[in-house]
């Protein structure tokens, strides 16, 4: 395994960092993780070297904190830095702080969090935030000890992300949607520049875009750009050492769901490292930038925020089905795969308009709309 710095911090951080939102799970109810297959997982990233471990209230709807305490006990947690993070959406009132992080602590099974994070920051949480006395908190509980590192994750525009960063002076780290499709997106490569130049730490979370970028069968025209490659990388190692390759970025989070996906993981970041890529090969990562943004009209990622949607509309699903036949420009195999794979009573046209999802959706995007656009192509004579 690959060492890192953390921003300010004396720590040295793996290269790749173990997101716990994509265990695999039974009969696709994320609230039910394969728990043997997973703790496996989870235990042979950290027996190879894995060192940072991050989970969230919300993950595998509730269940993944309370399984991730379950499976760093016995002596794993003292080898990880365990990151998880405030429920922004849940916080109302002051006393809301101590009530989900105390929930937290007993969920974790631990006394303390190295990496505590406040959750999909964006402008309303932000403001409600200040308005609570947040950094006073925050610094309670680094002095109680409970609390060693301080952060925040972030879904919102750039002028965002610097009101953020520069409305505190103690941030240890943040963490930053980031892959070689979206560098203009959120925070992006600006945001990855001011962040590490003031000293802070930067994880990047949804590296292959929530699995969309680990597709086995690529765009031809994304793939004909990986075939120039002249290393013996997959495209999903190509992905993933973009991002190593810069000296900004901390620890890459990886949300694997098989015992592959993490041993291959593993030996990526175990080959991994700054300045690795030459000129050209940034030159080829921006021409499949460019390629694939040209064939992917949705930017869904899949995390599942946007769930349980009150109609039961399946909105990651869809907009899925929909990217993959965009991408590829098969018509009739995403209308074949919405019918068979998607419910009447979950199919787009449940919609009813409420735009609860859409207050929640860290990508922003346009659900009610988009839900619009795919059920018409995904069901209108060819
Ligand atoms: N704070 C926030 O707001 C926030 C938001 C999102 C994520 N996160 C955190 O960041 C972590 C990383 O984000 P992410 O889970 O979206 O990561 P990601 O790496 O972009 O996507 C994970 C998916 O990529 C695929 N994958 C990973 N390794 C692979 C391999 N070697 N071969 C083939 N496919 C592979 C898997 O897809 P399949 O399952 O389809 O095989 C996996 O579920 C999360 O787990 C979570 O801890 C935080």
Request: charged content about 30%; aromatic content about 10%; hydrophobic content about 35%.
């Given at each position: 395994m690959e060492y890192r710095n953390f921003g300010k911090l004396d720590w040295?951080?793996?290269?790749?960092?173990?997101?716990?939102?994509?265990?695999?799970?039974?009969?696709?109810?994320?609230?039910?993780?394969?728990?043997?297959?997973?703790?496996?997982m989870l235990r042979y990233a950290i027996d190879n070297g894995v060192n940072y471990v991050d989970t969230a209230?919300?993950?595998?709807?509730?269940?993944s904190e309370p399984f991730v305490g379950r499976v760093l006990a016995d002596g794993y947690r003292e080898r990880?830095?365990?990151?998880t993070k405030m429920p922004?959406?849940?916080?109302?009132?002051?006393?809301?702080?101590?009530?989900?992080?105390?929930?937290?602590?007993?969920?974790l099974q631990t006394d303390y969090i190295d990496c505590y994070l406040l959750h999909a920051l964006n402008k309303r949480y932000w403001d409600n935030y200040l308005s609570l006395n947040i950094f006073d908190w925050l610094e309670r509980?680094?002095?109680?000890?409970?609390?060693?590192?301080?952060?925040?994750s972030f879904h919102d525009s750039?002028?965002?992300?610097?009101?953020?960063?520069?409305?505190?002076?103690?941030?240890?780290?943040?963490?930053?949607?980031?892959?070689?499709?979206?560098?203009?997106?959120?925070?992006?490569v600006k945001g990855l520049k001011l962040a590490a130049d003031k000293g802070l730490a930067v994880v990047i979370m949804e590296p292959l875009r929530g699995g969309g970028l680990a597709s086995p069968v690529l765009p031809p025209s994304v793939a004909e750009v990986f075939a120039r490659s002249e290393h013996p990388w997959t495209h999903i190692e190509w992905a993933l050492q973009w991002?190593?390759?810069?000296?900004?970025?901390?620890?890459?989070?990886?949300?694997?769901?098989?015992?592959?996906?993490?041993?291959?993981?593993?030996?990526?970041?175990?080959?991994?490292?700054?300045?690795?890529?030459?000129?050209?090969?940034?030159?080829?990562?921006?021409?499949?930038?460019q390629a694939m943004r040209a064939c992917s009209p949705i930017p869904c990622t899949k995390c599942e925020y946007c769930l349980p949607c009150p109609q039961g509309v399946r909105i990651p699903s869809i907009f899925a089905i929909y990217n993959d036949a965009m991408m590829f420009n098969l018509q009739a195999y995403g209308q074949r795969n919405y019918g068979f794979s998607v419910p009447k009573d979950?199919?787009?046209?449940?919609?009813?308009?409420?735009?609860?999802?859409?207050?929640?959706?860290?990508?922003?995007?346009?659900?009610?709309?988009s839900l619009k656009v795919a059920h018409k192509y995904l069901t209108e004579t060819i």
């Open positions: 040295k951080v793996s290269a790749l960092g173990f997101g716990t939102m994509r265990f695999p799970v039974i009969d696709g109810d994320s609230s039910k993780i394969d728990e043997p297959t997973a703790a496996k209230w919300g993950y595998h709807r509730e269940q990880v830095k365990l990151a922004s959406w849940l916080v109302k009132e002051p006393g809301d702080l101590d009530k989900h992080f105390n929930t937290q602590l007993e969920r509980k680094k002095d109680e000890g409970k609390i060693r590192a301080v952060g925040f750039y002028e965002v992300f610097e009101e953020i960063i520069n409305g505190y002076d103690h941030w240890d780290f943040c963490q930053i949607q980031y892959n070689y499709v979206d560098i203009e997106e959120q925070a992006g991002l190593w390759d810069q000296p900004e970025v901390s620890v890459v989070l990886s949300g694997m769901s098989t015992p592959e996906q993490v041993e291959q993981n593993v030996q990526f970041a175990s080959r991994s490292g700054v300045g690795k890529l030459s000129d050209d090969d940034r030159q080829l990562i921006s021409d499949a930038h979950g199919r787009a046209d449940q919609c009813i308009e409420c735009g609860a999802c859409e207050a929640l959706c860290p990508q922003q995007i346009e659900i009610i709309e």
